[in-house]
């Protein structure tokens, strides 16, 4: 009975692990050459969107306001493969959107236009920035509106584009561990090897120091 009662639990934790795992909300300070970068692991085929809106600090009220509309963000996505899959100049406020096509690590990189310098009069740029993975990115409101759909016919394609969500985060994890087995396995085989390397090399020495000796003692006519 134990262990039927410990599964709902367990299954709920999953899922909330899950969820939590794909919207992820920050804000960051950045100088004027500075760049921030971004790791997010994401499956394959998955949807990315990306909010961001930046505020400048006001010295004369002490506090960060919205930056002007002349200040710019440039985005910059590599898929785990270092490829560039995007990269483009957007304002002050923005959002940008993006398919994975591998699965692994996606690095997000921000930084503000370089010929924009006067705007920060050598103070900080904020920037809050809001990631929503996968079915997260979707607006049910607009999708409801648009397929005239009731609010059951809604939650139930909610629900089926969450357990979408959770199977292609499950091969993702799956694809990671595969991974892992393999490099693994590659590292032992390496340490494997090169013990018996080591093995043979102190075997060759103590064949050439005993041949050694014996050619020294043979010499001094000691044997």
Same mark, same amino acid.
């Given at each position: ?87 483009? /100049?957007?304002?002050? @406020?923005? =959002? +940008?959107?993006? %398919? #994975? ?71 993702? /994890?799956?694809?990671? @561990?595969? =991974? +892992?087995?393999? %490099? #693994? ?39």
């Amino acid at each position: 009975m134990v262990s039927v009662r410990m599964q709902p639990c367990v299954l709920s934790v999953l899922l909330l692990n899950v969820f939590y795992s794909f919207v992820s909300s920050l804000y960051f300070h950045i100088g004027e050459t500075e760049k921030k970068c971004f790791i997010e692991e994401i499956p394959d085929e998955t949807m990315i969107i990306g909010n961001y809106r930046t505020q400048l600090y006001d010295k004369q009220r002490e506090e960060y306001l919205p930056a002007t509309q002349g200040l710019g963000m440039f985005v910059e996505v590599k898929d785990p493969d270092d490829k560039v899959i995007l990269s483009r /100049q957007y304002g002050s @406020e923005g =959002r +940008f959107t993006f %398919t #994975s096509h591998t699965p692994g690590e996606h690095q997000i990189c921000l930084h503000s236009n370089s010929s924009k310098f006067s705007l920060f009069a050598g103070g900080m740029l904020r920037v809050h920035l809001d990631i929503q993975v996968g079915e997260h990115a979707n607006n049910y409101a607009e999708i409801a509106a648009k397929d005239k759909l009731t609010e059951l016919q809604l939650r139930v394609r909610q629900l089926v584009e969450q357990v979408d969500q959770i199977q292609k985060e499950q091969n993702y /994890q799956r694809y990671r @561990e595969e =991974r +892992f087995r393999q %490099t #693994s396995e590659s590292t032992n085989q390496r340490v494997l090897w090169w013990s018996i390397v080591q093995t043979l090399i102190l075997v060759a020495i103590g064949i050439w120091q005993m041949r050694h000796l014996k050619s020294f003692f043979e010499a001094k006519k000691l044997v």
